[in-house]
């Protein structure tokens, strides 16, 4: 597992899919990708997670995403945002899907979770708790049963 955060949206669904895979028995290692990006090579499975600022994906998680040895891995990818609380399939569509085909990467799943609101844009009247870890608890056990299989 390895992630990149800076408003912690992103590190906190890590941390949830990380928890969820080891209560189903896997040995799962988390690397933030903002203190080091972990080789690949020694992993079957890559579970990668990026949140979205300002309608772009952090640089910093591209890097993982170059190496070849991606390519042989069981690969699944989600990130967080604002745009999947409402629409997370368009997230996935806009943010994931264009960096899936860049680097000619085969993820099994690709998900976008809500990311959180900063509170100088929330609505007075509005959600201000957008996050929703029961959504990537369910990702990570989807995840576990492909493993599995």
């Given at each position: 597992m390895a992630y990149y955060s800076k408003g912690g949206a992103t590190e906190e669904y890590a941390k949830v899919i990380t928890e969820t895979l080891t209560t189903q028995g896997f040995s799962v290692e988390i690397h933030n990708l903002a203190h080091d990006i972990p080789d690949v090579t020694v992993f079957d499975t890559v579970i990668v997670g990026t949140g979205v600022r300002m309608f772009r994906v952090y640089r910093r998680w591209?890097?993982?995403?170059?190496?070849?040895?991606?390519?042989?891995?069981?690969?699944?990818?989600?990130?967080?945002?604002?745009?999947?609380?409402?629409?997370?399939?368009?997230?996935?569509?806009?943010?994931?899907?264009?960096?899936?085909?860049?680097?000619?990467?085969?993820?099994?799943?690709?998900?976008?979770?809500?990311?959180?609101?900063?509170?100088?844009?929330?609505?007075?009247?509005?959600?201000?708790e957008t996050m929703k870890p029961t959504l990537a608890a369910a990702w990570a056990q989807q995840i576990a049963t492909m493993i599995q299989r």
């Open positions: 591209k890097k993982i995403l170059k190496q070849k040895t991606l390519l042989n891995k069981r690969l699944f990818l989600f990130l967080s945002s604002g745009t999947a609380i409402e629409k997370p399939d368009e997230a996935v569509e806009k943010f994931l899907r264009p960096i899936v085909e860049k680097y000619h990467l085969k993820p099994e799943l690709l998900i976008s979770f809500p990311g959180k609101i900063p509170e100088k844009w929330a609505k007075l009247d509005g959600q201000k």
